[in-house]
């Protein structure tokens, strides 16, 4: 689809078109590939590879634009294409290299946090550990005491048990 010029209704290429003056439609290829470069904003590398393909092939600049209208368009357009791509794709990833500094300092954040908590549990799990030696030989070097040592603990069994009143025979 050939570029419509300023002032048609259905230009397309969504360039501010105030700022380029054309009086006529261009007749070279030389006028046209100018043209296009302001309306595309494509740089002048690529305006200087499309002059140098013409000229490698023998045609001249200035010759008529009409047979090759649709392939300039067409190449202006692409190039503005990737162009904008290739912006899109670096803001992009602009972006990815931030979320991955983001990330890696969350990272940071998080493993030092584990170290403090596993710092904190390694003191702990050490505490635990020595009152739990200090229970062991506390219970290794409990004292035992041979023979009848219910008296400690309960009244002594008599060989006659106390008198209850009530009848003496069993009931």
Request: hydrophobic share 30%.
């Amino acid at each position: 689809m050939p570029i419509e010029w300023p002032g048609s209704s259905s230009y397309k290429l969504g360039v501010n078109t105030d700022d380029i003056i054309l009086s006529s439609q261009p007749d070279s290829i030389e006028d046209h590939i100018r043209c296009l470069a302001r309306l595309t904003g494509a740089p002048p590398t690529f305006i200087d590879q499309v002059r140098s393909l013409f000229i490698s092939k023998g045609i001249a600049l200035d010759s008529s634009a009409d047979p090759f209208v649709k392939a300039l368009d067409e190449a202006f357009r692409r190039e503005e294409h990737i162009r904008a791509s290739s912006h899109n794709a670096q803001n992009q990833m602009a972006k990815i290299r931030d979320n991955f500094r983001r990330v890696g300092k969350a990272y940071v954040e998080q493993l030092s946090q584990l170290r403090r908590l596993q710092g904190s549990v390694q003191e702990y799990s050490q505490q635990v550990r020595k009152k739990l030696s200090k229970r062991r030989r506390a219970e290794s070097t409990r004292v035992t005491i041979k023979g009848d040592h219910r008296s400690f603990v309960t009244r002594p069994v008599r060989e006659n048990p106390p008198m209850v009143p009530g009848p003496k025979e069993p009931q």
